[in-house]
């Protein structure tokens, strides 16, 4: 035995001798393989760190650890939105019946009822805000109320709205000149027009106090619409069962204001979304270029898309002017000329001018001047909490449907709060998501069945359908009323409507209620995340076996594009690893076969003096495999001194919004695991064994003769 | 017995299209303890010979028996075997193992061979390098050492397993002419000591005429016999 360690103790000299005999062939060689190597522990760690971030972004937001969706459905669930836009599920129609079956799964500890869609939400306008700002001053007056202080408010009031309407009219009239008064949308809205004209008088503003509620009516009905062209942003939701919600994910959390109340409606909207979407241009420009200059060092005298951002905001000052009412504007010009130290008496435009036009030098300042000054006198988001918001859908059978929600608070995400991805998603209550997808409710049902009632309808039986419609002369109305159309009670005003939105809102529904009915999908938590290829079998027997047809994938294949990208990225580096490695063996292997070939001699002679093939087999094999062990161990420790070194230097940013999600944080900390230097000694110890393979075959056909050739 | 016997043996090289004849019916015996010379000039066959006696090469007609085994009816790792148990080598060009040191070229065969103890290998070496008279380089690398020092070293490596029967082709033509004769008498007094056989080839006279005895190849036949058969070093 002692022998046979000897002869591996000699094989391992003659290699290492052979290897330092040829330093500039090693050295490329072991460049070659430790670059190899390099790429490959760096590669798997950053991929693994970022397959982790990933895992945490979309368990802990929306995914859950498996879904599960019905099977008949045309397309596949996609929890973040594919390429064509939401996934074209059939609901479930009874969640009920689907938790009862899977919560007795072992392994399952909770099953969340969803429905993920799209709906466009009335936004209102600044023509609203200013409306609502003279209406509770016209409450307070025809309450008998006076005083110097309400007057003035009032006056200052009744000029912002009398000035919008102006602006307003200067815009139609543009309009006006382009639309043929005869075409179908000339002649729908005529009187509008006619309004706005009326709105625009001397005479409609000076006789404005004799009928206050009047006039206002005729301002919130017809004028305001007129301005409602751009009032609508499309916000992404998921139905659910709120407090299951909270429960299965723990990283949501409510930034302002509160959880919407147990069985009640409501929504909370995505802290993310509300940023991008709702906020304040200007507001959310100086936020931008506050993150750029404090997170990434940028400037804006070297930044093009900074400098841009402040001519935008140049560009917004408008949209500012327009907010204010003339009291409000004394105080924004007295503080912005405090705070920016510019001469008395400059007026309000040009000092909104001044603050806008940031520099480097001033932009702090700028910042600190808006937020602390301007900002609290401007509705900085278009939805605040404690308001109530339409949201307006298209249903499963295509009208529209709309619905009034309470917003209680914003939503967002502990560690991925940036995210532009789990950051955009609402959260509204079950019930408002089943109305809007226009599933027929409980309360719907009743709803119907009074309005047939008070028309006098006879309940029609499916079977008798056909008869009813095209049989016997059978009255399809029993009985016709004719009642005078009350238009005042037709076109709600705002108060009414959102009294009726409160009165919705107050209802409490029973658990039961929530879960006896449709959603489109549910996420599924595990006890142990470990087993979830064995839960997802589980779980499709279990469901299987009750026939509910529906169809169970993992959390990575729910997420759609955004869950394949860690695998996306794991093909592309593992084919860039390829054609490296491909390139390595075709060197590696050159640079061999004329090792070998140089020591013919050699190898003839250990052949003659009684070395079987072998052991010149083994001994080529043991010289490439130490060249791939010792720069293989060299390029891993390395690699682990790149990842160590990006993590010491605060990882890598995560720039885009994507990113964000992906890394789940602002930048992506990778870690080295013992897997990725396993893989990339594997890799490199196959590259060598395959690369020696061609030289040991030329080493096989050395015949001991070789030994006798004489030198010359 | 005769430890070399060869019968009616021929060999003919194919070079392109046409057969070069290198061997034509040869037939020898060499006996336990001989000093053999085969001489003859260049391309007359001397080599040729020896690698079929040293079984790194077959015989395209006739017979060789080595330790009264039949080369031809050798697998190629029994070959191996036999030259690694029964024969050393001993080359023109001295083949050291250049990454080697000395004592580790001496070593080489009996790690292949296995079977002995560290100590035993190191005694054994050490001895033989003694007996050269190099012991003084065991460390040294080959490059390190004159031609003479080489082949000594080439000598003690071909002798480090006991071998039955040492083969050297012209062990003495990279040699000056008083280095040579060293080395012949080196082979000369292993062969007396141990009664080794030893079969080299040379076409050097001066070298020749330490044979005990020589068999003179021309046009690859033997051409003649000279000198006593039989162990002419045996042990008197």
Known sequence: MSARRDAIRVLLRIALRNLRASPVRTTILGSIILVGALVVVVGTSLLDSIDRGLRTSIQGSLGGHLQVYAASSEGSLELYGGLRGESLLDPIEDFSKVKAVIEKVPNVRQVVPMGIDQAMVATGNVFDIALERLRADARRLEAGERGEELQRAWEAHKAHVRRMVGLLRGEIEQALAIVDPDSQEGRDRAPDFEALQRASTDAFWEGFDRDRYGNLELLENRIAPLAMDNAFTFLRYVGTDVDAFFEAFPLAEVVEGERIPTGQRGILVGKQYAEEWLKLKNARRLDQIKDARDRRGRRIAKDEELQRWVKDNGNGIKEILLQLDPIQAEVAAARLREGLGAPAGEPLEALLRRLFASTDETFDRDYRVFYGGLAPLLRLYMINVGETITVKAPTKSGYFNSINLKVYGFLQFRGIERSGIAGMMSVMDLMSFRQLYGYVTAEKAEEIRRLKASMGAPEVKREDAEAALFGAPAPLVAESKAEAIDERALVAGAGQKRAAAEAAAARVYPREEIEHGEILNAAIILKSPARLRQSLHDVQAAVDAAKLGLKVIDWQAASGIVGQFVTLMRIVLFTALLIFFSVALVIINNAMVMATLQRVKEIGTMRAIGAQRRFVVVMLLVEITTVGLLFGLGGAVLGGGVVWAIRAFGGIPATTDVLYFVFAGPSLLPTMGGLAVGLSLAIVLAVSVLSALYPAVIALKVAPVEAMATDD | ?236
């Not at chain 2, 380089?137 to 071998?163: F, I, N, T």
Request: glycine share 10%; with cysteine.
């Open chain 2, 1 to 236: 017995m005769a430890i070399v016997s060869v019968k009616d043996v021929s060999k003919t090289y194919t070079l392109g299209k046409t057969e070069v004849p290198a061997l034509r019916g040869v037939s020898l015996d060499v006996e336990q303890g001989e000093f053999l010379s085969i001489a003859g000039p260049s391309g007359s066959g001397k080599t040729t010979l020896l690698n079929l006696v040293g079984c790194v090469d077959t015989p395209s007609a006739g017979t060789v028996l080595v330790d009264g085994q039949d080369t031809a009816a050798l697998s190629e790792r029994a070959l191996t075997d036999l030259r690694l148990r029964r024969i050393g080598f001993i080359f023109q060009s001295f083949n050291l193992v250049q990454v080697l040191s000395v004592f580790q070229n001496v070593e080489f065969p009996l790690l292949l061979q296995g079977g002995l103890t560290k100590k035993e290998r190191a005694d054994r070496v050490l001895g033989l390098l003694e007996a050269v008279g190099i012991h003084s380089y065991a460390r040294h690398r080959p490059s390190e050492l004159s031609g003479g020092q080489r082949q000594r070293v080439a000598v003690a490596r071909a002798l480090v397993s006991r071998p039955k029967l040492v083969l050297a082709d012209e062990p003495t033509a990279n040699l000056d002419s008083q280095t040579g004769a060293n080395i012949i008498d080196l082979m000369r007094d292993m062969n007396r000591k141990d009664g080794t056989t030893f079969i080299f080839s040379t076409h050097d006279p001066k070298v020749m005429s330490h044979a005990s005895a020589i068999v003179r190849i021309a046009d690859g036949q033997v051409a003649a016999r000279e000198g006593a058969r039989g162990g002419a070093g045996a042990p008197a």
